[in-house]
């Protein structure tokens, strides 16, 4: 029986990046006046940015508040405020490089469109187009090359949170030009903004980034963790299993990967097989890898299935990696 060990705490990736463009309705100074305070509301915000608005309602994000096993958590944590900066964060921009504050409004929204681009009543983004929708500014902090936003709470270790930000700067890959949304905002190219009346794009196509936030809980994304690499002897296989992510794995305590690997005849048949857990008590930093020896083989199998535990025992959330490689056959 696999176990690892339950601590309470809060459960979030990394935080979200709103790109502000131009919202194409013309209004007057009161109405922009009267609209300053619907900056905190992200469906004000789904107005003009309905895509960005979709994407984000289906992250971890934006459910970070809400999340039952979130909230379960904190019923368990001797000091739960230590985790509301975080999870309902009021502008991380004004507090740069400092962990954000937490808001005492709005806490549904959890890591909402405000937290990340809105920084004294001003929306910022990477261009700084000016709307009559809003104020709206360039910050540097959103120029390509920037993680600051996210580093700001996955740098810290909280509860069973493990500081995934700090084993990325320590990693070569800030140096090779990489950020956070390298992996986790796919590339997209569209009209940020639409006309809330008819719903057109406005505005040019450009190149940004989706809102999706991809993270533990995307099988897809997830198995870009794993390499599975092999090297077939005439009377042994080396087999190693590389962490390809850009920190260690996995970033939180209640989650884990059961590893399986398996020797194959050239029928398929299972000639030798062995288990090893990747968990939070015992990690696999960037780069590294697990090794096993296996007999002389024709193919090599491995699967990796992902485990969560919250409080109620450990749950299988099903196989993320599958991968067979064969020996040449010359």
């Given at each position: 029986?696999v ?9 979030f ?26 900056l ?5 915000c ?8 979709d ?8 459910k ?17 405020r230590?985790?509301?900066a ?26 909402s469109?405000?937290s ?15 709307t ?76 940004g ?18 390499r ?14 590389q ?10 305590l ?5 590893v399986e ?12 097989s ?28 491995a ?8 409080g ?19």
């Amino acid at each position: 029986m696999v176990s690892f060990p339950f601590i309470a705490g809060p459960l979030f990736f990394l935080a979200s990046l709103w790109v502000p463009f131009a919202n194409p309705g013309a209004l007057t100074g009161e109405t922009l006046q009267d609209k300053a305070p619907t900056l905190n509301k992200p469906k004000a915000c789904a107005e003009c940015h309905p895509k960005q608005y979709d994407e984000w309602k289906g992250t971890l994000h934006a459910k970070s508040w809400v999340d039952e096993t979130y909230q379960q958590a904190l019923k368990h944590k001797r000091r739960p405020r230590s985790c509301y900066a975080c999870h309902i964060p009021a502008s991380v921009l004004e507090r740069l490089p400092k962990r954000p504050r937490p808001r005492a409004e709005l806490k549904d929204a959890g890591i909402s469109c405000s937290s990340c681009h809105v920084k004294e009543g001003v929306i910022q983004g990477n261009l700084g187009v000016k709307t009559d929708a809003h104020p709206s500014a360039k910050s540097p902090v959103f120029a390509k090359g920037s993680s600051q936003l996210c580093i700001s709470c996955h740098k810290s270790k909280v509860g069973p949170v493990l500081p995934v930000a700090k084993d990325f700067l320590a990693s070569p890959l800030p140096k090779k030009g990489k950020t956070c949304m390298s992996c986790h905002m796919g590339k997209v190219m569209r009209s940020i903004a639409v006309d809330p009346k008819t719903g057109k794009d406005q505005g040019p196509k450009r190149k940004g980034r989706s809102h999706s936030i991809h993270g533990p809980t995307d099988a897809k994304f997830l198995a870009h963790a794993f390499r599975l690499q092999a090297v077939f002897g005439k009377e042994k296989t080396q087999i190693q299993i590389q962490n390809r992510a850009g920190h260690r794995i996995p970033g939180l305590l209640m989650r884990a990967f059961q590893v399986e690997v398996l020797a194959l005849d050239g029928k398929g048949k299972t000639l030798w097989s062995k288990r090893s857990l990747i968990s939070g008590k015992a990690s696999l930093a960037f780069g590294e890898a697990l090794h096993f020896q296996a007999p002389k083989a024709a193919a090599i199998q491995a699967k990796v299935s992902h485990l969560f535990s919250a409080g109620k025992g450990i749950k299988n959330l099903g196989i993320i990696y599958d991968k067979t490689l064969k020996a040449s056959k010359n």
